[in-house]
């Protein structure tokens, strides 16, 4: 079997708003019945094929990066979480479309996870 090119997404948000849930629904097809609260970062994998138009089809390992806790936490927390962001290839933030507080966040979010060395190379995506 040839190598799978590798693909990291970090998943980001406020605490409570899916992030979870939208992670076990794209790499297990089916709804979380009850999510756990996050702590530190939870990583799930999904096998992706994908077809350009072309007769050749390449194969992906799609690493997704739930990363808990909140945009307001302490500096130790950040730094922590800063971790997670190293040699990354794209963003999903998330946010409850019933909570404005946390739509308002992403922005936070994405300042935390791009004021990196290296940007990802992949685009910022949101979903309520």
Aim: proline share 2%.
């Amino acid at each position: 079997m040839a190598a799978l090119d590798r693909v990291k997404v970090l998943v980001l948000g406020d605490s409570g708003v899916g992030k979870s849930s939208l992670v076990h629904l794209l790499c297990h097809n089916q709804v979380l019945g009850n999510p756990s609260w996050t702590v530190g970062c939870s990583v799930d994998v999904r096998i992706h094929d994908y077809k350009e138009g072309t007769p050749e089809e390449k194969t992906y390992y799609i690493e997704l990066w739930d990363v808990g806790g909140s945009v307001g936490s302490a500096t130790s927390v950040k730094s922590t979480r800063a971790v997670f962001y190293n040699l990354l290839n794209g963003i999903i933030l998330v946010h409850d479309l019933t909570n404005k507080k946390s739509s308002q966040n992403l922005y936070r979010w994405s300042l935390e996870a791009l004021n990196r060395d290296v940007a990802p190379t992949g685009v910022l995506v949101t979903n309520g």
